[in-house]
């Protein structure tokens, strides 16, 4: 099966219907893009499906053929990180950064869709996306810089 990741082609095994996560992480080696719960409830391995935040943990990979996928990975430009990446690490929100790939993605759908966004539209844009550490508050603060 042929997958679009990251502006690139690949064509993958899709033997037994792999997760978009086994294949992501296992045949495409793009490992930023973490496993949680398995249940799509925390929000780890969410990437992007046609700029829906999507969990690619119970996303089967052939449900993704013909669509864009954006992974963690894919978001830095040219050198240059994206502006949701920017503002969270200059705003140092994470600790263990285990959520970061999926908070990341779902920030970054949210941003596109409206800007700037209020501190209510940025909870519930969020919700759905677990932080270990608890660092929704900064989390929260960073976004609302983005305009």
């Known amino acids: 099966m042929r997958i679009n990741v ?3 082609e690949y064509t993958v095994e899709v033997d037994g219907n792999p997760s978009l996560l086994e294949v992501l992480r296992e045949q495409l080696d793009l490992t930023g893009t973490k496993y949680g719960c398995g249940e799509a ?16 943990c119970i996303t ?11 992974t963690i990975e894919g978001l830095e430009k040219e050198g240059s990180l994206h502006p949701v990446q920017q503002v969270l690490l200059e705003e140092d929100v994470f600790q263990c950064s285990y959520c970061a790939p999926g908070m990341i993605l779902t920030a970054v759908a949210l941003t596109e869709k409206k800007k700037p966004l209020s501190r209510q539209e940025i909870v519930e844009g969020m919700n759905g996306n677990i932080c270990r550490c608890c660092t929704y508050p900064q989390i929260i603060d960073a976004l609302s810089k983005i305009s």
């Not at 929000?43 to 700029?51: D, F, P, R, S």
């Not at 449900?63 to 864009?68: I, L, P, R, T, W």
């Open 41 to 56: 409830a925390c929000g780890a391995c969410k990437v992007l499906v046609n700029g829906v935040p999507t969990p690619s």
């Open 6 to 8: 990251n502006d690139k």
């Open 60 to 70: 089967p990979a052939t449900a993704v053929q013909g669509k864009s996928i954006v």
